[in-house]
Protein backbone atom coordinates (compact mmCIF):
# COMPACT_ATOMS: atom_id res chain seq x y z
CA UNK A 1 0.00 0.00 0.00
CA UNK A 2 3.37 2.27 0.93
CA UNK A 3 4.91 1.81 -2.54
CA UNK A 4 1.48 2.51 -4.16
CA UNK A 5 1.17 5.64 -2.50
CA UNK A 6 4.29 6.88 -2.64
CA UNK A 7 4.01 6.85 -6.81
CA UNK A 8 2.13 10.29 -6.13
CA UNK A 9 4.80 11.55 -3.87
CA UNK A 10 8.29 10.69 -5.62
CA UNK A 11 9.47 11.84 -9.14
CA UNK A 12 12.59 10.22 -10.60
CA UNK A 13 15.82 12.86 -10.16
CA UNK A 14 15.97 13.17 -13.94
CA UNK A 15 12.11 14.37 -14.42
CA UNK A 16 12.38 16.69 -11.31
CA UNK A 17 15.32 18.66 -12.98
CA UNK A 18 13.24 18.86 -16.62
CA UNK A 19 12.68 22.54 -17.22
CA UNK A 20 9.83 23.93 -18.26
CA UNK A 21 10.77 25.50 -21.80
CA UNK A 22 11.10 29.05 -21.94
CA UNK A 23 11.94 31.18 -25.13
CA UNK A 24 15.29 32.16 -26.11
CA UNK A 25 14.76 35.66 -25.51
CA UNK A 26 12.85 35.58 -22.35
CA UNK A 27 14.80 37.73 -19.50
CA UNK A 28 14.71 34.75 -17.11
CA UNK A 29 16.69 31.63 -19.36
CA UNK A 30 15.35 28.48 -17.85
CA UNK A 31 17.82 25.79 -19.59
CA UNK A 32 16.29 22.37 -19.20
CA UNK A 33 18.76 19.86 -18.04
CA UNK A 34 17.86 16.17 -18.99
CA UNK A 35 19.44 12.73 -17.78
CA UNK A 36 21.87 13.48 -14.61
CA UNK A 37 23.43 11.22 -12.10
CA UNK A 38 22.17 12.48 -9.15
CA UNK A 39 25.21 11.42 -7.28
CA UNK A 40 27.39 13.94 -8.87
CA UNK A 41 24.74 16.38 -10.01
CA UNK A 42 24.47 18.36 -6.35
CA UNK A 43 28.51 19.65 -6.21
CA UNK A 44 27.97 23.03 -7.61
CA UNK A 45 25.54 26.28 -6.70
CA UNK A 46 24.39 26.40 -10.51
CA UNK A 47 23.29 23.09 -10.10
CA UNK A 48 20.90 24.52 -7.45
CA UNK A 49 20.02 27.12 -9.65
CA UNK A 50 19.16 24.66 -12.61
CA UNK A 51 16.82 22.33 -10.44
CA UNK A 52 15.00 25.45 -8.75
CA UNK A 53 14.10 26.84 -12.54
CA UNK A 54 12.05 23.97 -12.67
CA UNK A 55 9.93 25.05 -10.27
CA UNK A 56 8.57 28.30 -12.22
CA UNK A 57 6.76 25.99 -14.08
CA UNK A 58 4.19 25.61 -10.70
CA UNK A 59 2.83 28.73 -10.95
CA UNK A 60 -0.36 29.49 -11.96
CA UNK A 61 -0.83 30.41 -15.97
CA UNK A 62 -3.13 30.30 -18.58
CA UNK A 63 -3.65 26.63 -18.93
CA UNK A 64 -4.12 25.94 -15.26
CA UNK A 65 -5.46 29.67 -14.01
CA UNK A 66 -8.77 28.48 -13.35
CA UNK A 67 -8.99 24.78 -14.16
CA UNK A 68 -8.57 23.50 -10.35
CA UNK A 69 -11.46 24.57 -8.61
CA UNK A 70 -10.74 28.18 -9.13
CA UNK A 71 -13.24 28.50 -12.33
CA UNK A 72 -16.50 29.51 -12.31
CA UNK A 73 -17.96 32.27 -10.56
CA UNK A 74 -20.79 34.64 -10.21
CA UNK A 75 -19.30 37.34 -13.12
CA UNK A 76 -19.22 34.87 -16.12
CA UNK A 77 -21.06 32.68 -17.17
CA UNK A 78 -19.14 29.59 -16.96
CA UNK A 79 -21.76 26.62 -16.40
CA UNK A 80 -19.24 24.03 -15.34
CA UNK A 81 -19.36 22.15 -11.75
CA UNK A 82 -17.51 24.21 -9.83
CA UNK A 83 -19.51 27.24 -10.31
CA UNK A 84 -22.65 24.92 -10.14
CA UNK A 85 -21.81 23.01 -7.08
CA UNK A 86 -22.46 20.07 -8.99
CA UNK A 87 -18.80 18.80 -8.83
CA UNK A 88 -18.33 15.59 -7.26
CA UNK A 89 -16.34 13.01 -5.57
CA UNK A 90 -13.14 11.58 -7.94
CA UNK A 91 -11.04 8.71 -7.44
CA UNK A 92 -8.02 10.53 -9.13
CA UNK A 93 -7.67 14.22 -8.77
CA UNK A 94 -4.14 15.31 -11.09
CA UNK A 95 -4.11 18.88 -9.17
CA UNK A 96 -3.76 17.13 -5.78
CA UNK A 97 -1.41 14.20 -7.07
CA UNK A 98 0.31 16.96 -8.63
CA UNK A 99 0.31 19.35 -6.10
CA UNK A 100 2.66 16.41 -3.70
CA UNK A 101 4.93 16.03 -6.68
CA UNK A 102 5.58 19.08 -7.00
CA UNK A 103 6.53 19.02 -3.04
CA UNK A 104 8.92 16.32 -3.57
CA UNK A 105 10.62 17.77 -6.26
CA UNK A 106 11.06 21.12 -3.82
CA UNK A 107 12.02 19.17 -0.85
CA UNK A 108 14.60 17.11 -2.90
CA UNK A 109 16.40 20.57 -3.29
CA UNK A 110 15.71 21.87 0.35
CA UNK A 111 17.89 17.75 1.23
CA UNK A 112 20.42 18.36 -1.23
CA UNK A 113 21.25 21.87 0.64
CA UNK A 114 21.51 20.57 3.91
CA UNK A 115 24.65 18.91 3.04
CA UNK A 116 26.19 21.49 0.23
CA UNK A 117 29.86 22.55 1.35
CA UNK A 118 28.92 26.52 0.58
CA UNK A 119 25.35 27.56 1.94
CA UNK A 120 25.63 31.22 1.37
CA UNK A 121 25.87 30.20 -2.50
CA UNK A 122 22.65 28.59 -2.97
CA UNK A 123 21.10 30.39 0.04
CA UNK A 124 19.02 32.35 -3.04
CA UNK A 125 17.22 28.66 -4.43
CA UNK A 126 16.81 27.79 -0.66
CA UNK A 127 14.93 30.95 -0.55
CA UNK A 128 13.18 30.04 -3.83
CA UNK A 129 12.51 26.52 -2.83
CA UNK A 130 10.58 27.49 0.36
CA UNK A 131 8.60 29.84 -1.37
CA UNK A 132 7.18 27.44 -4.30
CA UNK A 133 6.75 24.99 -1.36
CA UNK A 134 4.65 27.67 0.34
CA UNK A 135 2.77 28.65 -2.96
CA UNK A 136 2.13 24.90 -3.65
CA UNK A 137 0.54 24.25 -0.62
CA UNK A 138 -1.40 27.42 -0.38
CA UNK A 139 -2.72 27.62 -4.47
CA UNK A 140 -2.98 24.34 -5.16
CA UNK A 141 -3.73 22.55 -2.22
CA UNK A 142 -5.19 24.50 0.76
CA UNK A 143 -7.45 27.20 -1.04
CA UNK A 144 -8.92 23.94 -2.54
CA UNK A 145 -8.96 21.25 0.19
CA UNK A 146 -8.46 22.96 3.48
CA UNK A 147 -5.71 21.28 5.65
CA UNK A 148 -3.74 18.85 4.75
CA UNK A 149 -1.09 16.46 4.94
CA UNK A 150 2.10 18.21 5.39
CA UNK A 151 5.48 16.50 3.64
CA UNK A 152 8.25 18.69 4.71
CA UNK A 153 11.37 16.12 3.70
CA UNK A 154 11.67 13.20 1.37
CA UNK A 155 9.62 10.56 2.08
CA UNK A 156 10.95 6.56 1.70
CA UNK A 157 8.48 3.77 1.68
CA UNK A 158 8.69 3.77 5.53
CA UNK A 159 8.10 7.25 6.61
CA UNK A 160 5.39 8.12 8.86
CA UNK A 161 3.46 10.78 6.61
CA UNK A 162 2.05 8.32 4.32
CA UNK A 163 -0.30 6.95 6.70
CA UNK A 164 -0.57 10.14 8.86
CA UNK A 165 -4.02 12.49 9.78
CA UNK A 166 -4.30 15.80 7.89
CA UNK A 167 -2.80 18.69 9.32
CA UNK A 168 -5.21 21.69 10.61
CA UNK A 169 -6.06 24.38 8.94
CA UNK A 170 -4.59 26.61 11.32
CA UNK A 171 -1.17 24.23 11.00
CA UNK A 172 -1.16 24.50 7.31
CA UNK A 173 -1.39 28.21 6.92
CA UNK A 174 1.49 28.52 9.59
CA UNK A 175 4.17 26.23 7.52
CA UNK A 176 3.27 28.12 4.38
CA UNK A 177 3.69 31.59 6.43
CA UNK A 178 7.04 30.27 7.98
CA UNK A 179 7.95 29.05 4.86
CA UNK A 180 7.55 32.36 3.20
CA UNK A 181 9.48 34.32 6.18
CA UNK A 182 12.15 32.00 5.57
CA UNK A 183 12.23 32.87 1.82
CA UNK A 184 12.03 36.68 2.47
CA UNK A 185 14.80 36.40 4.61
CA UNK A 186 17.57 35.40 1.97
CA UNK A 187 15.84 36.49 -1.17
CA UNK A 188 17.60 39.58 -3.37
CA UNK A 189 15.27 42.90 -3.35
CA UNK A 190 14.11 43.17 -7.12
CA UNK A 191 16.88 45.98 -7.79
CA UNK A 192 19.61 43.63 -7.07
CA UNK A 193 18.34 41.07 -9.41
CA UNK A 194 20.77 40.77 -12.73
CA UNK A 195 19.19 41.68 -15.69
CA UNK A 196 20.12 37.65 -16.87
CA UNK A 197 18.15 36.52 -14.07
CA UNK A 198 14.94 38.78 -13.94
CA UNK A 199 11.67 37.11 -13.67
CA UNK A 200 12.99 35.52 -10.59
CA UNK A 201 11.44 35.30 -7.39
CA UNK A 202 12.12 38.92 -5.70
CA UNK A 203 12.17 39.81 -1.69
CA UNK A 204 9.10 42.11 -2.93
CA UNK A 205 7.19 39.08 -4.48
CA UNK A 206 7.73 37.01 -1.46
CA UNK A 207 6.17 39.70 0.50
CA UNK A 208 2.87 40.83 -1.70
CA UNK A 209 2.46 36.78 -1.74
CA UNK A 210 2.66 36.70 1.77
CA UNK A 211 0.17 39.84 2.25
CA UNK A 212 -1.99 37.59 -0.26
CA UNK A 213 -2.11 34.74 2.20
CA UNK A 214 -2.30 36.28 5.30
CA UNK A 215 -5.57 38.65 3.76
CA UNK A 216 -7.42 35.37 2.53
CA UNK A 217 -6.69 33.45 5.31
CA UNK A 218 -7.70 35.97 8.12
CA UNK A 219 -10.75 37.21 5.87
CA UNK A 220 -11.74 32.86 5.92
CA UNK A 221 -11.82 33.50 9.39
CA UNK A 222 -13.34 36.40 10.32
CA UNK A 223 -16.49 35.41 7.96
CA UNK A 224 -16.78 32.11 9.90
CA UNK A 225 -16.68 33.68 13.36
CA UNK A 226 -12.82 32.63 13.98
CA UNK A 227 -10.81 33.51 16.98
CA UNK A 228 -10.63 37.66 16.57
CA UNK A 229 -6.62 37.54 18.19
CA UNK A 230 -5.73 34.98 15.43
CA UNK A 231 -7.37 36.43 12.39
CA UNK A 232 -6.47 40.13 13.82
CA UNK A 233 -2.45 38.65 13.55
CA UNK A 234 -3.11 37.64 10.24
CA UNK A 235 -4.41 40.72 8.84
CA UNK A 236 -1.55 42.42 10.33
CA UNK A 237 0.82 40.21 8.53
CA UNK A 238 -1.09 41.35 5.22
CA UNK A 239 -1.35 44.35 6.09
CA UNK A 240 3.00 44.80 7.13
CA UNK A 241 3.68 43.13 3.78
CA UNK A 242 1.92 44.46 1.42
CA UNK A 243 3.04 47.76 2.91
CA UNK A 244 6.71 47.09 2.59
CA UNK A 245 6.19 46.17 -1.63
CA UNK A 246 4.18 49.37 -1.45
CA UNK A 247 6.72 51.68 -0.05
CA UNK A 248 9.47 49.78 -1.73
CA UNK A 249 8.69 51.82 -4.75
CA UNK A 250 9.62 49.25 -6.94
CA UNK A 251 7.00 48.35 -8.72
CA UNK A 252 4.33 51.19 -10.89
CA UNK A 253 0.98 51.01 -12.13
CA UNK A 254 1.03 50.45 -15.84
CA UNK A 255 -0.05 53.91 -17.67
CA UNK A 256 2.35 55.08 -20.31
CA UNK A 257 1.10 58.55 -21.13
CA UNK A 258 1.21 57.50 -25.17
CA UNK A 259 -2.28 54.91 -24.36
CA UNK A 260 -3.69 57.27 -22.41
CA UNK A 261 -6.56 55.33 -20.25
CA UNK A 262 -6.45 51.97 -22.84
CA UNK A 263 -2.92 50.96 -20.93
CA UNK A 264 -5.17 48.22 -19.09
CA UNK A 265 -5.92 46.87 -22.19
CA UNK A 266 -2.98 46.75 -23.83
CA UNK A 267 -0.66 45.83 -20.39
CA UNK A 268 -2.51 42.37 -20.89
CA UNK A 269 -1.38 42.16 -24.39
CA UNK A 270 1.46 43.47 -24.29
CA UNK A 271 4.47 41.78 -26.30
CA UNK A 272 8.13 42.30 -27.66
CA UNK A 273 6.18 42.40 -31.13
CA UNK A 274 4.15 46.16 -32.04
CA UNK A 275 0.80 45.17 -30.03
CA UNK A 276 -0.40 48.66 -29.10
CA UNK A 277 -0.62 51.86 -30.73
CA UNK A 278 2.05 53.11 -29.27
CA UNK A 279 5.09 50.31 -30.43
CA UNK A 280 5.68 50.00 -26.36
CA UNK A 281 7.09 46.70 -25.49
CA UNK A 282 7.18 44.82 -22.24
CA UNK A 283 10.17 46.02 -20.83
CA UNK A 284 8.03 49.48 -20.19
CA UNK A 285 5.88 47.36 -17.58
CA UNK A 286 7.10 47.83 -14.25
CA UNK A 287 3.66 46.52 -12.45
CA UNK A 288 3.78 42.53 -13.18
CA UNK A 289 5.79 41.53 -9.76
CA UNK A 290 5.49 38.00 -10.32
CA UNK A 291 4.92 36.91 -13.71
CA UNK A 292 4.94 33.89 -16.56
CA UNK A 293 7.17 34.82 -19.11
CA UNK A 294 5.90 33.53 -23.05
CA UNK A 295 8.05 35.09 -26.21
CA UNK A 296 6.14 35.47 -29.67
CA UNK A 297 6.41 32.48 -31.88
CA UNK A 298 8.09 29.94 -29.46
CA UNK A 299 6.32 26.60 -30.51
CA UNK A 300 7.46 24.94 -27.32
CA UNK A 301 5.44 27.20 -24.56
CA UNK A 302 2.32 28.35 -25.61
CA UNK A 303 -0.33 30.45 -24.75
CA UNK A 304 -3.66 27.97 -24.80
CA UNK A 305 -6.17 28.89 -28.29
CA UNK A 306 -9.00 29.17 -25.59
CA UNK A 307 -7.11 32.50 -23.95
CA UNK A 308 -5.33 34.18 -26.96
CA UNK A 309 -8.05 33.42 -29.61
CA UNK A 310 -11.14 32.21 -27.43
CA UNK A 311 -11.03 35.35 -25.22
CA UNK A 312 -12.34 37.33 -27.53
CA UNK A 313 -16.07 36.62 -27.37
CA UNK A 314 -16.31 35.09 -23.99
CA UNK A 315 -19.46 35.17 -21.45
CA UNK A 316 -19.78 37.70 -18.54
CA UNK A 317 -22.57 38.29 -16.33
CA UNK A 318 -25.12 40.75 -15.87
CA UNK A 319 -23.46 41.00 -12.44
CA UNK A 320 -20.38 41.46 -14.20
CA UNK A 321 -21.84 44.70 -16.16
CA UNK A 322 -23.35 46.28 -13.51
CA UNK A 323 -20.47 46.19 -11.15
CA UNK A 324 -18.81 49.02 -13.11
CA UNK A 325 -19.54 52.56 -11.89
CA UNK A 326 -21.10 55.43 -13.48
CA UNK A 327 -18.91 58.24 -14.80
CA UNK A 328 -20.05 59.55 -11.49
CA UNK A 329 -18.16 57.45 -9.15
CA UNK A 330 -21.63 55.88 -8.68
CA UNK A 331 -23.51 52.48 -8.90
CA UNK A 332 -25.65 51.68 -11.98
CA UNK A 333 -28.95 52.29 -8.95
CA UNK A 334 -27.97 55.85 -7.90
CA UNK A 335 -26.00 57.82 -10.49
CA UNK A 336 -27.55 60.81 -11.80
CA UNK A 337 -25.63 60.35 -15.34
CA UNK A 338 -29.09 58.42 -16.62
CA UNK A 339 -28.31 54.84 -16.53
CA UNK A 340 -30.54 53.23 -19.16
CA UNK A 341 -30.56 49.60 -21.17
CA UNK A 342 -32.43 50.71 -23.84
CA UNK A 343 -29.93 50.95 -26.76
CA UNK A 344 -27.40 47.95 -26.77
CA UNK A 345 -24.50 50.32 -26.52
CA UNK A 346 -26.53 52.45 -23.59
CA UNK A 347 -25.01 50.72 -20.42
CA UNK A 348 -21.31 51.33 -21.93
CA UNK A 349 -21.77 55.01 -21.43
CA UNK A 350 -20.80 57.21 -19.03
CA UNK A 351 -19.57 54.16 -17.41
CA UNK A 352 -16.02 53.18 -15.59
CA UNK A 353 -13.52 53.46 -18.81
CA UNK A 354 -12.67 49.89 -17.74
CA UNK A 355 -15.97 48.31 -18.93
CA UNK A 356 -15.27 49.49 -22.36
CA UNK A 357 -11.69 47.64 -22.86
CA UNK A 358 -12.55 44.83 -20.51
CA UNK A 359 -15.71 43.92 -22.12
CA UNK A 360 -16.83 44.70 -26.13
CA UNK A 361 -19.82 47.10 -27.24
CA UNK A 362 -22.56 45.92 -29.41
CA UNK A 363 -21.68 47.26 -32.95
CA UNK A 364 -18.09 48.40 -32.13
CA UNK A 365 -15.51 47.12 -34.72
CA UNK A 366 -13.03 44.87 -33.43
CA UNK A 367 -9.38 43.41 -34.06
CA UNK A 368 -7.81 40.21 -33.13
CA UNK A 369 -5.15 37.71 -34.46
CA UNK A 370 -6.45 36.12 -37.59
CA UNK A 371 -4.88 37.00 -41.28
CA UNK A 372 -8.09 39.17 -42.56
CA UNK A 373 -8.91 40.70 -39.10
CA UNK A 374 -5.57 42.23 -37.19
CA UNK A 375 -4.47 46.30 -37.06
CA UNK A 376 -1.10 47.88 -37.75
CA UNK A 377 -2.06 50.93 -35.55
CA UNK A 378 -1.52 53.11 -38.63
CA UNK A 379 -4.84 54.85 -38.30
CA UNK A 380 -5.43 54.17 -42.03
CA UNK A 381 -8.47 53.13 -44.17
CA UNK A 382 -6.77 49.76 -44.26
CA UNK A 383 -7.12 49.19 -40.50
CA UNK A 384 -10.54 49.77 -40.67
CA UNK A 385 -10.94 47.61 -43.50
CA UNK A 386 -9.34 45.11 -41.70
CA UNK A 387 -11.30 44.92 -38.84
CA UNK A 388 -13.89 42.13 -38.01
CA UNK A 389 -17.49 43.01 -38.55
CA UNK A 390 -19.41 45.51 -35.92
CA UNK A 391 -19.26 43.10 -32.96
CA UNK A 392 -22.50 40.88 -32.98
CA UNK A 393 -23.25 39.65 -29.37
CA UNK A 394 -24.77 36.63 -30.03
CA UNK A 395 -22.35 35.02 -31.86
CA UNK A 396 -22.17 31.89 -29.83
CA UNK A 397 -22.84 33.60 -26.69
CA UNK A 398 -24.88 33.14 -23.97
CA UNK A 399 -25.19 36.50 -22.27
CA UNK A 400 -24.60 39.50 -24.72
CA UNK A 401 -22.09 40.67 -22.37
CA UNK A 402 -18.25 39.90 -23.84
CA UNK A 403 -15.21 39.63 -23.03
CA UNK A 404 -12.30 41.58 -24.88
CA UNK A 405 -9.24 40.85 -22.24
CA UNK A 406 -6.37 38.19 -23.43
CA UNK A 407 -7.15 38.68 -27.24
CA UNK A 408 -4.42 40.02 -29.13
CA UNK A 409 -4.92 42.50 -32.30
CA UNK A 410 -1.94 42.01 -34.35
CA UNK A 411 -1.92 39.15 -36.53
CA UNK A 412 0.21 35.95 -35.46
CA UNK A 413 -0.96 32.90 -35.30
CA UNK A 414 -3.25 31.43 -32.62
CA UNK A 415 -1.33 30.24 -29.21
CA UNK A 416 1.85 31.74 -30.35
CA UNK A 417 1.21 35.10 -28.71
CA UNK A 418 4.13 36.63 -26.49
CA UNK A 419 1.93 38.10 -23.57
CA UNK A 420 3.16 37.15 -20.08
CA UNK A 421 0.59 36.31 -17.79
CA UNK A 422 0.42 37.94 -14.42
CA UNK A 423 0.75 36.03 -11.21
CA UNK A 424 1.22 38.80 -8.76
CA UNK A 425 0.83 42.75 -10.08
CA UNK A 426 1.26 45.74 -8.17
CA UNK A 427 -2.53 46.51 -8.41
CA UNK A 428 -3.18 43.80 -6.62
CA UNK A 429 -1.26 44.64 -3.87
CA UNK A 430 -3.29 47.89 -3.66
CA UNK A 431 -6.28 46.05 -3.26
CA UNK A 432 -4.79 43.95 -0.99
CA UNK A 433 -3.72 46.77 1.06
CA UNK A 434 -6.82 48.20 1.28
CA UNK A 435 -8.82 45.34 2.20
CA UNK A 436 -6.69 44.22 4.93
CA UNK A 437 -6.46 47.66 6.55
CA UNK A 438 -10.40 47.84 6.44
CA UNK A 439 -11.09 44.57 7.70
CA UNK A 440 -8.88 44.95 10.62
CA UNK A 441 -10.19 48.07 12.09
CA UNK A 442 -13.32 48.24 10.39
CA UNK A 443 -12.48 51.36 8.65
CA UNK A 444 -9.68 53.14 6.43
CA UNK A 445 -8.52 56.42 5.69
CA UNK A 446 -8.87 58.65 3.03
CA UNK A 447 -4.80 58.76 2.87
CA UNK A 448 -4.66 55.00 2.75
CA UNK A 449 -7.14 55.03 0.40
CA UNK A 450 -5.40 56.90 -1.78
CA UNK A 451 -2.44 55.36 -0.87
CA UNK A 452 -3.67 52.42 -2.20
CA UNK A 453 -7.55 51.33 -4.36
CA UNK A 454 -7.63 55.03 -5.76
CA UNK A 455 -4.23 54.57 -7.86
CA UNK A 456 -6.20 51.88 -9.62
CA UNK A 457 -9.37 53.61 -10.10
CA UNK A 458 -7.61 56.57 -11.33
CA UNK A 459 -5.43 54.80 -13.60
CA UNK A 460 -8.08 54.88 -16.35
CA UNK A 461 -10.51 57.24 -14.65
CA UNK A 462 -8.92 60.40 -13.99
CA UNK A 463 -12.29 62.19 -14.10
CA UNK A 464 -13.92 59.71 -11.92
CA UNK A 465 -14.58 60.96 -7.90
CA UNK A 466 -11.72 59.38 -5.60
CA UNK A 467 -13.44 57.18 -2.77
CA UNK A 468 -13.53 59.06 -0.01
CA UNK A 469 -15.31 58.24 3.35
CA UNK A 470 -17.11 61.64 2.78
CA UNK A 471 -18.64 60.26 -0.67
CA UNK A 472 -19.25 56.73 0.63
CA UNK A 473 -21.31 58.55 3.55
CA UNK A 474 -22.94 61.18 1.45
CA UNK A 475 -24.18 58.93 -1.12
CA UNK A 476 -25.35 56.10 1.30
CA UNK A 477 -22.35 53.54 0.07
CA UNK A 478 -20.85 51.05 2.08
CA UNK A 479 -17.58 51.10 2.02
CA UNK A 480 -16.62 47.08 2.41
CA UNK A 481 -19.06 46.76 -0.95
CA UNK A 482 -16.73 49.41 -2.55
CA UNK A 483 -13.94 47.77 -1.86
CA UNK A 484 -14.85 44.35 -2.66
CA UNK A 485 -16.06 45.94 -5.92
CA UNK A 486 -13.06 47.68 -7.42
CA UNK A 487 -11.25 44.39 -7.08
CA UNK A 488 -14.33 42.42 -8.75
CA UNK A 489 -13.97 45.29 -11.68
CA UNK A 490 -9.72 45.24 -11.54
CA UNK A 491 -8.88 42.25 -11.19
CA UNK A 492 -11.77 40.44 -13.25
CA UNK A 493 -10.63 37.60 -15.72
CA UNK A 494 -7.20 37.03 -13.20
CA UNK A 495 -8.51 33.71 -11.21
CA UNK A 496 -9.32 35.88 -7.80
CA UNK A 497 -13.07 35.64 -8.03
CA UNK A 498 -13.80 32.02 -6.43
CA UNK A 499 -11.28 32.30 -3.88
CA UNK A 500 -13.04 36.01 -2.98
CA UNK A 501 -16.36 34.34 -2.84
CA UNK A 502 -15.48 31.78 -0.29
CA UNK A 503 -13.14 33.57 1.79
CA UNK A 504 -15.60 36.27 2.43
CA UNK A 505 -18.43 33.76 2.88
CA UNK A 506 -20.69 34.32 0.76
CA UNK A 507 -20.34 31.58 -2.16
CA UNK A 508 -22.89 29.77 -0.56
CA UNK A 509 -25.23 32.93 -1.53
CA UNK A 510 -24.12 34.64 -5.22
CA UNK A 511 -23.73 31.17 -7.03
CA UNK A 512 -26.95 29.97 -6.09
CA UNK A 513 -28.68 32.93 -8.07
CA UNK A 514 -29.42 32.45 -11.50
CA UNK A 515 -26.41 33.94 -14.78
CA UNK A 516 -28.15 37.07 -16.39
CA UNK A 517 -27.49 38.53 -19.51
CA UNK A 518 -29.00 41.94 -21.40
CA UNK A 519 -32.26 42.96 -20.92
CA UNK A 520 -33.80 41.93 -24.10
CA UNK A 521 -37.50 43.00 -24.04
CA UNK A 522 -38.38 46.53 -24.50
CA UNK A 523 -34.52 47.10 -25.96
CA UNK A 524 -33.00 47.38 -29.01
CA UNK A 525 -31.89 43.74 -28.64
CA UNK A 526 -35.41 42.73 -29.53
CA UNK A 527 -36.23 44.34 -32.59
CA UNK A 528 -32.68 43.54 -34.07
CA UNK A 529 -32.57 39.97 -33.76
CA UNK A 530 -34.89 36.84 -33.28
CA UNK A 531 -35.07 33.79 -32.15
CA UNK A 532 -35.00 35.28 -28.23
CA UNK A 533 -32.84 33.18 -26.13
CA UNK A 534 -34.40 32.07 -22.36
CA UNK A 535 -36.12 35.34 -20.52
CA UNK A 536 -37.07 35.76 -16.84
CA UNK A 537 -40.26 37.06 -16.32
CA UNK A 538 -38.92 40.73 -16.09
CA UNK A 539 -37.20 40.16 -19.63
CA UNK A 540 -33.95 39.70 -19.28
CA UNK A 541 -31.48 37.02 -20.65
CA UNK A 542 -31.37 33.64 -18.49
CA UNK A 543 -28.17 32.19 -18.97
CA UNK A 544 -28.36 29.97 -15.86
CA UNK A 545 -31.15 29.31 -13.82
CA UNK A 546 -30.73 29.12 -10.28
CA UNK A 547 -32.11 25.46 -10.36
CA UNK A 548 -29.09 24.31 -11.92
CA UNK A 549 -26.96 26.27 -9.50
CA UNK A 550 -26.76 24.25 -5.77
CA UNK A 551 -23.68 25.54 -4.39
CA UNK A 552 -23.91 24.53 -0.44
CA UNK A 553 -21.51 24.72 2.30
CA UNK A 554 -19.60 21.26 1.00
CA UNK A 555 -18.52 23.04 -1.84
CA UNK A 556 -16.41 25.91 -0.17
CA UNK A 557 -13.86 22.99 -0.06
CA UNK A 558 -13.16 19.97 -2.64
CA UNK A 559 -13.37 15.93 -2.15
CA UNK A 560 -10.29 14.27 -1.65
CA UNK A 561 -9.87 11.77 -4.38
CA UNK A 562 -11.40 8.79 -2.97
CA UNK A 563 -7.78 6.31 -4.14
CA UNK A 564 -5.50 8.31 -1.32
CA UNK A 565 -8.28 7.78 1.06
CA UNK A 566 -8.62 3.97 0.40
CA UNK A 567 -4.29 4.09 0.50
CA UNK A 568 -4.39 5.91 3.86
CA UNK A 569 -7.44 5.50 6.21
CA UNK A 570 -6.58 7.73 8.00
CA UNK A 571 -6.66 10.75 6.07
CA UNK A 572 -10.40 11.84 6.21
CA UNK A 573 -12.91 12.97 4.01
CA UNK A 574 -14.00 16.89 3.59
CA UNK A 575 -16.98 17.73 5.28
CA UNK A 576 -19.93 16.59 3.09
CA UNK A 577 -18.31 14.46 0.84
CA UNK A 578 -18.23 11.56 3.03
Given amino acids: MKKQLLKYLTVLVGVMLTVAPFGCDDALDLEPLDRVSDATYWEDAVQFKLAANNFYGYLRTFNNGNGDGHSGTDLGADRGSFARGTNTVVSNDDNYNNAYRWIRNVNYLLDKATAFKSPDAIKVYVAEAKFFRA ?88 FRNGDVTRYNALLDKAISNTDAVITSNTYALFK ?69 LCSDGLPIDKTTTGFSRTKMTSEYQ ?37 ARPPHNPWSNDITGYNNQQWAAERQVPNSQEGYDYPVIRLAEIYLNY ?145
Fill in 135 to 222: YIYFDKLLTSYGGVILIKDVLTTSSPELTTTRSTRDETIDFIIQDLEEAIADLPVESTIAAADKGRVSKQAAQAFLGRVCLYEGTWQK
Fill in 256 to 324: PAALGDSALKYMFILENQKSNPAGITKTANQEYILAVRYESNNLLRTIPNQISFGALGADMSRLMADMY
Fill in 350 to 386: NRDHRMRYYMMIPGYPYWQNATNWHINWDWSTADLAN
Fill in 434 to 578: AEALYERNGTIGDADLDKSLNLVRSRVNAAMPKLTNTFVSTNGLDMREEIRRERAVELQGEGFRMDDLKRWYIAHIELTKPVLGVRWAGTEFATKYTNPPALTADGDVLADPASERKFTEKNYLIPIPTNQIQLNPNLAQNPGWE
